[in-house]
């Protein structure tokens, strides 16, 4: 089941940077005078890692994670993070090849071994006989933190490199905690040997390195920064949602994309939002959905909807919804598909690109319906559409179930066929083909995501004798980025 975290429109923040200076400084008064100790910071931000790790990795489809911690506190934040993993359902493995005897880390290794975690050598890991990405579906990288200086020393420098991609072998998607290893917290990767992860999680407030990361997916953990701090600091950070421990920030591009159009959040907008959060009451017996409950954002106001859809419906598939293309004649067809991804550019799904609904595509419109029985809750969208990159693709197509891949290369999605013994034999062909998980199934060219734009939204919410609220959404023409609501009658 997809699960997301709030992106919380970051780009209308001018976000902090933290040199190396500024972050000392940081955890020396969070750990003096502010009364914190070092294992609550270390509890807070392992939680917050494996709340973010949760969301980008489906524990069903990416169950297995290897941990690599380093001998600090970087590393100590990894092994909280490995047993909060293990406990949301993770098949987790830890590599931590240069333990402390100081018992806190000491207490962090009995507490995994309690759990049967197993631990495994740098050497283990360094066997370019053994893929990595044959054993793990991703790692998370919590070997040097803000403090690293300098070149990696062995066994690091062995394992910096292997999980490097190279022309025989591609390793795991990669989680950084805080600094991508081998980064200088300022200047980011000046050596060329550092990590290039695919996601990385900041704590407290990111560094000045991370300007520098160019991969898909970035995070802020840590929601225990008191006023006092973000005061003298002067830190401008987004808000964390709900009861989340972490918050997703837009990505570089994304920020310097919109952050000149967006203007500062005002307090009336943020107060809708959170009476919106608040009045998830029965849909039926309760207050509804109004003008002056709902947030002036529509997107904002979808991922309400939606985390609480994923969080309290009855349904096996909450992120299933309808969409609806037509042909060159204009004649409608309509068939469900699961939502695999949501930000501010919009609402992603994937398929075969050679289909019905593809073809239909290219005419560059569509319509997605979402539908909650159990909280008699709907959202229609229209908008319009794109084919995500290749990159992106390949992103989540490298996350899917091995056997998921093998069936989209073994089906030629519409296409009429003799039988449903075809479909077997093709299958069980690619099976013997792939038999070697070491060797990587290629996405098929003909095979990727599609991004819809939209261009109105429509929240439907019951309420008695059919007198149903319906709020509508659409682009206000004076004003771009920003969205006229309309309420319609039932």
Not at 125 to 152: H, N, T
Not at 199 to 214: D, N, V
Not at 286 to 306: I, M
Not at 336 to 343: A, I, Q
Request: contains cysteine; charged residues 25%; hydrophobic residues 35%.
């Amino acid at each position: 089941m997809l699960t997301t975290v709030p992106e919380e429109e970051s780009y209308e923040y001018q976000l902090t940077y933290l040199g190396q200076e500024e972050a000392v400084a940081i955890d020396e008064e969070l750990m003096g005078p502010l009364g914190f100790s070092v294992d609550q910071l270390m509890e807070l931000a392992g939680l917050s890692c494996a709340q973010a790790v949760y969301v980008e990795f489906n524990v069903t489809r990416n169950p297995r994670v290897l941990i690599i911690a380093g001998p600090g506190n970087n590393g100590g934040d990894g092994l909280v993070c490995a047993r909060h993993l293990y406990h949301f359902g993770y098949k987790v493995t830890v590599c931590y090849p240069k333990q402390t005897n100081k018992p806190l880390y000491k207490g962090l290794v009995a507490q995994l071994e309690s759990l049967n975690i197993p631990f495994v050598s740098a050497e283990d890991l360094q066997d370019r006989g053994r893929p990595l990405s044959s054993r793990f579906d991703f790692v998370v990288d919590a070997i040097f933190g803000f403090s690293f200086k300098g070149e990696p020393r062995p066994p690091f420098d062995g394992l910096l490199e292997r999980l490097k991609p190279h022309y025989d072998q591609t390793p795991p998607p990669i989680v950084s905690i805080d600094i991508p290893s081998g980064w200088d917290v300022e200047l980011g990767d000046v050596t060329g040997n550092g990590m290039r992860p695919d996601t990385l999680i900041s704590l407290t407030a990111p560094k000045k390195a991370a300007q520098f990361f160019e991969g898909n997916h970035h995070y802020l953990g840590g929601r225990f920064v008191p006023p006092a701090i973000m005061e003298k600091y002067k830190l401008q950070l987004p808000t964390y949602p709900g009861v989340w421990q972490c918050v997703r920030f837009f990505t570089k591009e994304d920020y310097e994309r919109h952050a000149a159009a967006a203007d500062a959040r005002d307090a009336a907008e943020a107060a809708a939002s959170a009476a919106a959060a608040a009045i998830r009451s029965d849909p039926v017996t309760g207050r509804g959905l109004t003008e002056a409950d709902a947030s002036t954002n529509p997107f904002r106001q979808f991922h309400d909807w939606f985390m609480h859809a994923a969080d309290h419906s009855t349904l096996r598939e909450p992120t299933a919804m309808a969409l609806a293309t037509a042909n060159p004649e204009g004649l409608p067809s309509v068939r469900m598909v699961l939502l695999k991804g949501y930000d501010r550019r919009g609402f992603t799904f994937f398929t075969n690109y050679q289909s019905r609904k593809a073809f239909e595509l290219t005419n560059g419109h569509a319509a997605l319906c979402l539908y909650w029985e159990d909280s008699d809750r709907q959202i229609r969208i229209e908008g319009l559409v794109e084919k995500l990159s290749p990159a992106e693709s390949d992103s989540y197509w490298r996350s899917r179930p091995r056997a998921s891949q093998l069936s989209a290369l073994v089906s030629d999605q519409s296409q009429v066929i003799e039988s449903r013994e075809v479909l077997e034999q093709r299958q069980r062909e690619l099976e013997q083909e792939y038999a070697d998980e070491s060797k990587p199934v290629p996405r098929p060219a003909d095979w990727g995501g599609f991004l819809v734009h939209p261009v109105m939204f429509e929240f439907w919410h019951g309420r008695r004798s059919r007198l149903h609220d319906r709020l509508r959404y659409r682009p206000n023409p004076d004003q771009p980025g920003k969205w006229i609501m309309e309420r319609l009658s039932p």
